[in-house]
């Protein structure tokens, strides 16, 4: 069931609303009691002294008009069973509105069904809607309805309700219209009201209308007292117009209106805010004078004035005659102090101040803790600090500011404390206290930079299972000094698959590391997994991360050794893509797997990067390509090559290559290599020229014979007669009797003196 605090009591007319589950609260409304000047032990240091507030007082509430209906029991209808455990409350008619307006738009409809729901508005029931709205806008659409409906006609507690939600939401014109309407109701004003206005425009910074607020309590008649001046001299000081205040101060004096203590606690608070001590020293006198005597708040706000000025001297004497007054120092009293000896790098003194209020029976809390452990830190006093932090742990009392964990574990491993660095860590899940992906990254680092690589690793796992990485609300990240040695140890070690998991969570935070990545793909590639090296890799190149030479090569070698020579290929044009340059061994042992692979073409592919990017090794495995080719049938990618290659630099053995053509019986692959070399005047042996023409008669092709022939003694080669004279009678036998006696011509022109000429014709030899 739920319940609303401060509620009213629901006056219902059983005979109506029998029906009805309601909350019951016999205690009356109080008057807000924000800006009373009684004091209070315990104020905060850095916002000005309200040492009126009083706990708000829990309402009991009660169920009342269950809906009872029971039905006639039949005699042969069993009996049902009640479950055990707690029965759950019936939901009050307040609480059901209130949800009814957060789940649903404010409508006619709505509007209906919550008539429907309650022919009758009274005081009690109005009062607890406001009270219980989700958020200000669901009040004031709830207040504003009911009032313009005829429902009900609002009264000085309802208005003051509504005033004090709509400056608690900031929604401080809507509240000021409310409240300067209430007199055409015929409502009456009160001082309260005005008050927690002003305090809403001066929590906003609008201190002008906070003073325009006050002026015109004036104009309309609304009675001032010290508590008006109090929320006023709040506002303006807050915002550091201490000349304002005084003015202001004076004038309340002309009025006859008398500060309290509360009031000089405001004022001396403002003026040490505004750097104005010696104006704050003048109203501790002031003070005094008039009698007023000083409370454990007043010497807690001038201790901590003057070491907030750096004046230690001043905040001890002042520390001293507080005991002197038999005034009781308080935890921020003492808090106070020592975060004053800390701030001056005076940690002993602090210490001993620790010490002298346990001593006393003051308990030290988070602020205090918070407050000395920064100091002891700095001091490099680590075991001090380590039995700080047990006495937190046994208290349970955990500091206010969770940023000194990070100096804990900092500190104790600067210090070579690594275990009482990792006892940190522990006590902050015992304290319940969020851990972030920072503080395990400390520890990390530093367990790796000692070599204790299965206490980083053990971190690292708890890290990754709770995916504290991802947690949204994480405000200290995993540094690259942490997290780039643990993944390169994992990489080197055969756990790439973990270290690829943390990395995956660090990329969600935005996280692209180019040593964390390229540690990643040399991890797989050792490890025999090069698609998950390549996966990475592509990722690497989607963000646009640099990647490293070592990396592409070691992904090459990988696709190898598994033997993948298509996808080693791959990986080795994306490495060349990327501007970088593999060596000559990395281009021989891809275009040997792929001519073991029998993929000879793509071998072809890789020599033609490898011969354009200037690299003039693997001659041999060069000629082995280019036989492959011309054997296969590829002639016309074969003489591509070659023709890249003598632009190159590098002339193929042509001799060779037309030989083992010959042999092989592959004339038609030899005659174009020949035709393609005579085009373009290459060195080719004469004798060459005989292999092919031999070849060619013993396969009857003698038209191309008759054709290399005529070629090679243009070039003015020798060749054997008798292979003219069958290469005559051939083609006479084939009925090609003109290049016969073309042939015969040229055979007699020629005579002997076409036989000195034997040998290799001189051409531009490439290199």
């Not at 905060?44 to 509430?61: M, T």
């Not at 191309?704 to 054997?720: H, I, P």
């Amino acid at each position: 069931m739920a319940y609303i605090s401060a509620s009213k009591p629901t006056q219902l007319k059983p005979s109506l609303y029998s029906n009805l589950s309601r909350t019951a609260n016999p205690i009356s409304l109080k008057p807000l009691s924000f800006f009373s000047s009684s004091p209070s032990p315990n104020p905060p240091i850095e916002n000005p002294p309200n040492p009126d507030q009083e706990s708000s007082v829990a309402p009991v509430a009660a169920v009342q008009g269950t809906l009872n209906l029971e039905t006639p029991k039949q005699e042969d209808t069993p009996t049902q069973r009640i479950p055990r455990g707690r029965h759950r409350n019936p939901e009050t008619l307040e609480v059901t509105i209130c949800r009814m307006m957060a789940n649903r738009a404010w409508t006619t409809r709505l509007q209906n069904s919550i008539r429907n729901l309650v022919p009758e508005f009274d005081h009690s029931l109005v009062y607890n809607v406001l009270h219980g709205a989700r958020n200000a806008d669901h009040a004031l659409q709830f207040f504003r309805w009911v009032e313009r409906a005829g429902l009900f006609q609002h009264d000085r507690e309802t208005h003051f309700k509504i005033i004090e939600i709509l400056g608690r939401a900031s929604k401080l014109n809507h509240a000021r219209c409310i409240l300067f309407d209430m007199r055409e109701k015929g409502l009456e004003w009160d001082e309260d009201m005005f008050i927690m206005l002003m305090d809403g425009y001066g929590k906003k910074g609008i201190v002008q209308e906070s003073v325009r607020v006050f002026q015109k309590m004036e104009e309309l008649g609304v009675g001032r007292t010290v508590k008006s001046y109090d929320t006023l001299f709040k506002v303006i000081l807050r915002r550091g117009r201490y000349m304002m205040a005084k003015r202001y101060f004076n004038r309340m004096l002309g009025e006859g209106i008398m500060p309290t203590c509360h009031t000089y606690n405001i004022m001396i608070w403002g003026f040490f805010l505004c750097s104005r001590v010696k104006t704050a020293n003048r109203f501790f006198e002031d003070m005094k004078n008039r009698e007023i005597s000083p409370d454990v708040v007043t010497y807690n706000t001038m201790i901590n004035g003057f070491h907030r000025v750096k004046n230690v001297e001043e905040a001890e004497k002042f520390f001293v005659e507080l005991k002197g007054r038999n005034i009781a120092p308080t935890v921020v009293t003492y808090t106070t102090m020592i975060k004053g000896y800390v701030s001056l790098g005076r940690v002993d003194d602090a210490m001993k101040l620790l010490e002298e209020m346990k001593s006393f029976g003051i308990k030290p809390n988070g602020i205090t803790y918070s407050t000395l452990l920064p100091g002891l830190c700095d001091a490099e006093k680590m075991d001090e600090a380590r039995n700080i932090l047990k006495e937190m742990v046994d208290k349970y009392t955990p500091p206010k500011d969770n940023s000194i964990f990070e100096r804990l574990i900092s500190g104790q491993c600067t210090a070579g404390n690594l275990d009482a660095a990792a006892d940190v860590l522990k006590a902050m899940i015992r304290m319940s206290i969020p851990t972030e992906a920072g503080h395990y990254g400390i520890l990390i680092e530093n367990f790796c930079k000692a070599g204790v690589y299965d206490k980083a690793v053990s971190l690292l796992d708890k890290l990754i299972e709770k995916e504290i990485i991802l947690r949204p609300q994480s405000t200290l990240e995993m540094e690259p000094s942490a997290y780039n040695p643990i993944i390169m140890y994992l990489c080197n070690n055969g756990q790439t698959a973990k270290a690829e998991t943390l990395f995956r969570q660090l990329m969600k935070r935005g996280v692209q590391d180019s040593t964390a990545f390229n540690n990643l793909i040399r991890g797989h590639s050792l490890e025999g997994t090069p698609d998950s090296a390549s996966e990475i890799l592509k990722i690497m190149i989607r963000r646009k991360v640099p990647s490293e030479e070592t990396s592409h090569k070691l992904l090459v070698e990988s696709y190898l050794k598994i033997g993948e020579p298509a996808d080693a290929k791959t990986a080795l044009d994306g490495m060349i893509e990327q501007g970088h340059f593999p060596d000559s061994s990395l281009y021989r042992s891809v275009m040997e797997s792929l001519f073991e692979d029998g993929r000879v073409q793509t071998a072809s592919r890789v020599m033609k990067t490898m011969v354009e990017k200037g690299v003039k090794e693997n001659m041999d495995m060069v000629a082995k390509i280019l036989e492959a080719l011309l054997m296969r049938g590829h002639v016309e990618e074969a003489l591509g090559r070659i023709d890249l290659l003598m632009h190159s630099g590098m002339a193929p053995d042509y001799d060779n290559l037309l030989s083992v053509l010959c042999e092989k019986g592959k004339t038609i692959a030899a005659l174009k290599l020949l035709d393609f070399g005579l085009e373009r005047d290459y060195n080719i042996d004469f004798s060459s020229y005989d292999k092919v023409l031999d070849a060619l008669l013993s396969a009857g092709k003698t038209l191309n014979a008759y054709s290399v022939l005529c070629k090679l003694m243009e070039k003015g080669g020798v060749t054997d007669w008798k292979s003219c004279e069958d290469l005559i009678k051939n083609l006479n036998e084939e009925g090609n009797t003109k290049q016969a006696d073309i042939l015969s011509r040229m055979i007699v022109g020629k005579g002997k003196a076409a036989g000195s000429k034997k040998g290799k014709k001189p051409v531009a030899a490439a290199l």
